[in-house]
C-alpha cells in the first residue's frame, strides 16, 4: 500500500512537472539573467556600468519571482527525487561516506593497542 501512494504521488508531481516544463525554461533563462547582472556587477568598475548591470539583475530578480508556476515545477522536482529516494529505499544510508564502525582501520588499531598495553 506504500508504494501505491508512492506511485500515485509520484505521477502527480510527474503530470506537474511536464506541464511545468515551458514555466521551468523561463525560470532557468530568468535566474541566469540574474546571475549574469550580479556576476558583472561585482566584475565592472565604472558607475555607469555598475548601474546598468544592477538594472539586470533587477530585472532578473522581478522576473524569476514572478514566474510562481516554475517555483511549483520546483517542488515537484523536489518531491519526485524524494519519492525516487523512498522508492529504491536509499533511506538506509548505504551509500554514506562514513566507513562502518568495524571496518575503521583508527578503531581497530585503538582494539590492537588496548590489547597489547593490557
Do not use: C
Not at 506537474?16 to 565592472?44: D, E, M, P, Q, R
Not at 516554475?70 to 518531491?79: D, E, K, P, V, Y
Amino acid at each position: 500500500m506504500k508504494k501505491f501512494g508512492l506511485f500515485i504521488i509520484g505521477g502527480i508531481a510527474a503530470i506537474t512537472i511536464l506541464s511545468s516544463l515551458g514555466a521551468l525554461v523561463g525560470l532557468a533563462i530568468s535566474a541566469a539573467i540574474l546571475f549574469a547582472g550580479i556576476h558583472f556587477y561585482l566584475k565592472s568598475n565604472s558607475t555607469f556600468s555598475k548601474v546598468v548591470w544592477a538594472l539586470v539583475a533587477i530585472a532578473g530578480l522581478l522576473t524569476s519571482t514572478a514566474n510562481i508556476p516554475g517555483f511549483i515545477g520546483l517542488a515537484a522536482i523536489a518531491i519526485l527525487w524524494f519519492i525516487v529516494r523512498k522508492w529504491n529505499g536509499s533511506e538506509d544510508y548505504s551509500n554514506s561516506f562514513f566507513a562502518p564502525k568495524k571496518d575503521d582501520p583508527f578503531t581497530n588499531f585503538e582494539n590492537q593497542w588496548k590489547e597489547l598495553t593490557k
